[in-house]
């Protein structure tokens, strides 16, 4: 009888693919739970797609009968195509995004309920969203949830919603419903956005009120209420059970609470879960992700069995080593020791330069002699880093591809103010501009007053008309007649020193502040939009130069968005950039306060912010491990005029490359004693348990700091300490059991015992 060829050497000789021993392990365990921990270019698609063409193939299971869950419809994609390329001949399995499932069980629950519904996102084109002032009546909105919320935040806050309020109202509310906060809390839920849980509320109940076209439903909608349907229709969650008998789910680090939680109802009855991730790339917990789910996955499924991918197939020895000991900095995680067998190629280097605007000019000299650009990659935290990139790129004549587009900086009223300030220049006879920024010059203009301006129509000055035709308190005269000069003052200034002139004589930059103060903006975000128009301007001779480049760029940023698999640079956030791969990449703007920034170090308690900070960490982790064989780290001295420090992760690496060289600064991430707390694989419990299962000694615990304080004597007001979390500080006052520490220009009231017990602070050397 002819004996049937091994899987794995079948597949081997058909398609060329040769999996590892731990690949060949997660294929073959198909009962029960597993977790499959898969280190950078560990071939984890390979493996998920081999496993379910196993299940198929050798046991015989119907392809109907396997649920794919991917989170993301790119991914989604990609494991259907390479489904059908690896296994040809078998029947297409269903690959599909979590929202899709969830979005299918509120159909057939609504369907059978006789329940009306309609979807309120992804319904129309963000650009053919109408400006207006939000002030529609409720009954006569568009229904589309960016409608409903502009004119629900007008109706509560009295402000029109700005573009990226907009973007932290809905990142608000994703983070909410995904993380299943009950509405009693969602005040608490951190915010810039005024009145946002208010907003939500009022939401909340549109929706319910369905406005003549029953439930409203938006896609976080569909995660909750699927949820909660699989909770109470007990007949329709038994169906979903009998329906699958296998169930994979991708990319698992970067899901929410609620996503689990439908998973874990679909599986409940035959337990055939594999979960594949990596906690260590768990990097959206803005959006509702969490990692914790991972590291207590033993928690609730207490048969699982977990297997390590660590062997990577996509990065040079010197980035994996580099890599794979920078990421041991995080101590709430699964201890992974990330390997390869590829030859080593160059260390990762960091250059340092006199400031921000030589970064660019750098990466443009060093850029334009490579043949390959569509191996290159520019990687940086914000979006708003890529608009100097642009500008110098296009410059140099060198094209590049932008992953995931941003064209908010464009219309930005920022950038629209600057322009009307310069237009204003040009004439002073139009009140239609004056009226777009009377309330952010120094001419103290009332609404009322500039209502009498706009009824004057004889094309005189604006300024004039309001002298002598506008009643004025007394104060108002001298600086509208100062406002008035310092315009045609402006008249014919080259356009960088137009924006300077904008920026301190009109008076600009002290109306932002004031903006800030009321309505919650971020002034460092504004002044950076104001920082790179002054880029853009720079050698350019005429504001109308200014304007047309601002115009030319903004073609060129949305042109760039159909060069994607060209011969060209790939700019990306490092968010975006997970899950691709590039022989040279360059992770630019690395300073502190944009990786890590304010936000990272910060948190309700000093444990919040470890866990805040581990997620940047494994933000940059991320970025480095996207590069095969060239990376580069940049950062420089001086950004806007002031002085500012190299990102502690960088510090990091430095030290990991020349061990020799004395640290700089002590470790981030949580201390070891407060991570191995009972709950959940945590760093020492992973390690022994998976070593107990490979046979290898497990690894050793976190030797204390032997430089750690330990006596409360030692503590003193005014005696300058390190925190491994919040850096340098100095000591405000101790009061009672609470100490009080000042940390650049943020006070922390720390716990004693606790800092003491667990090695917290260390006292810095005179």
Not at 335 to 356: C, G, H, L, V, W
Not at 455 to 460: A, D, L, M, R, S
């Amino acid at each position: 009888m002819h004996q049937r060829k091994d899987f794995f050497a079948s597949k081997k000789e058909e398609l060329g693919v040769s999996l590892n021993e731990v690949q060949k392990q997660a294929v073959r365990e198909t009962e029960g739970p597993l977790l499959l921990l898969a280190s950078p270019g560990s071939g984890k698609t390979t493996t998920i797609i081999m496993r379910i063409g196993y299940l198929i193939e050798r046991m015989g299971v119907e392809p109907s009968r396997i649920k794919a869950v991917t989170f993301s419809r790119a991914s989604a994609a990609d494991m259907k195509e390479r489904f059908a390329r690896f296994f040809p001949g078998l029947e297409p399995v269903k690959f599909s995004t979590i929202h899709s499932l969830a979005f299918q069980v509120l159909r057939e629950h609504f369907y059978k309920t006789r329940t009306p519904y309609h979807l309120i996102e992804g319904q129309m084109e963000l650009e053919e969203e109408t400006e207006g002032d939000g002030a529609q009546p409720a009954d006569q909105l568009p229904l589309h949830k960016k409608f409903i919320l502009r004119h629900l935040f007008k109706t509560i806050a009295g402000e029109n919603i700005t573009d990226e309020q907009m973007e932290e109202l809905t990142t608000y509310i994703s983070l909410v419903k995904n993380k299943m906060i009950p509405p009693e809390r969602w005040d608490s839920v951190k915010t810039d956005v005024p009145q946002a849980h208010r907003v939500l509320i009022a939401y909340e109940e549109y929706k319910r009120a369905g406005s003549g076209k029953g439930l409203l439903v938006d896609f976080d909608d569909m995660l909750t209420i699927g949820n909660e349907i699989l909770e109470r229709d007990r007949e329709l969650l038994r169906r979903y059970q009998r329906r699958y008998d296998y169930v994979l789910t991708d990319e698992s680090q970067d899901t929410s609470l609620v996503q689990h939680a439908i998973i874990e109802k679909l599986v409940r009855e035959h337990g055939n879960l594999c979960v594949v991730a990596d906690d260590d790339q768990s990097i959206y917990s803005w959006r509702g992700a969490d990692p914790s789910y991972l590291l207590n996955f033993k928690d609730a499924y207490p048969a699982a069995l977990t297997l390590f991918m660590e062997q990577n197939y996509r990065s040079s020895r010197d980035i994996v080593d580099v890599a794979n000991r920078f990421i041991k900095r995080n101590k709430n995680r699964y201890e992974k020791n990330m390997f390869t067998r590829n030859p080593r190629s160059a260390p990762a280097q960091i250059r340092s330069f006199a400031d921000y605007k030589s970064q660019a000019k750098y990466l443009v000299e060093e850029i334009r002699g490579i043949a390959e650009l569509g191996e290159v990659a520019v990687l940086y935290r914000n979006n708003s880093s890529s608009i100097a990139l642009i500008n110098e790129f296009d410059r140099a004549g060198i094209p590049f591809f932008m992953k995931d587009t941003d064209n908010r900086f464009f219309s930005h009223w920022v950038v629209e103010d600057v322009l009307n300030f310069m237009r204003m220049s040009f004439t002073d006879k139009r009140a239609d501009l004056l009226e777009t920024i009377h309330t952010k010059c120094a001419g103290y203009i009332t609404k009322g007053q500039m209502t009498q301006l706009l009824g004057i129509g004889n094309q005189e000055s604006v300024f004039d008309n309001l002298l002598k035709h506008v009643p004025l308190k007394e104060y108002q005269v001298k600086q509208i007649e100062l406002l008035r000069d310092n315009f045609r003052r402006m008249n014919g200034m080259a356009p960088k020193d137009a924006i300077r002139h904008i920026r301190s004589k009109l008076g600009y930059e002290k109306a932002l502040d004031r903006l800030c103060e009321r309505l919650g903006f971020r002034k460092e975000h504004l002044l950076g939009i104001l920082n790179t128009l002054e880029e853009i301007a720079d050698t350019l001779a005429t504001m109308e130069e200014f304007a047309a480049r601002l115009k030319h760029l903004e073609g060129v940023l949305k042109s760039s968005k159909h060069k994607r698999g060209q011969n060209v640079v790939t700019f990306s956030t490092l968010h975006s950039a997970k899950g691709l791969e590039f022989e040279r990449v360059y992770m630019i703007d690395l300073i502190d306060g944009i990786i890590p920034s304010s936000d990272d170090k910060q948190g309700a308690t000093a444990e919040e912010a470890a866990l805040s900070m581990e997620e940047a960490v494994r933000l940059f982790y991320v970025g480095m491990t996207r590069a095969k064989r060239h990376l580069e780290l940049l950062t420089y001295k001086m950004r806007d005029g002031e002085k500012v420090q190299e990102s502690p992760f960088v510090t990091d690496v430095r030290q990991l490359l020349n061990p020799g060289k004395p640290a700089v600064r002590p470790e981030p991430g949580r201390p070891a004693a407060a991570v191995t707390s009972g709950r959940g694989p945590a760093a020492a419990q992973a390690g022994a348990g998976r070593a107990a299962a490979s046979g290898k000694s497990a690894s050793p615990a976190r030797k204390k700091n032997p430089n750690a304080v330990r006596q409360a004597a030692d503590l003193a007001a005014g005696r300058d300490v390190l925190h491994p979390v919040f850096g340098s500080g100095t000591i405000v006052k101790l009061a009672g059991e609470r100490i009080h520490i000042r940390f650049g220009t943020t006070d922390k009231v720390l716990s004693v015992a606790t800092c003491l017990e667990m090695g917290l602070l260390e006292l810095e050397k005179s």
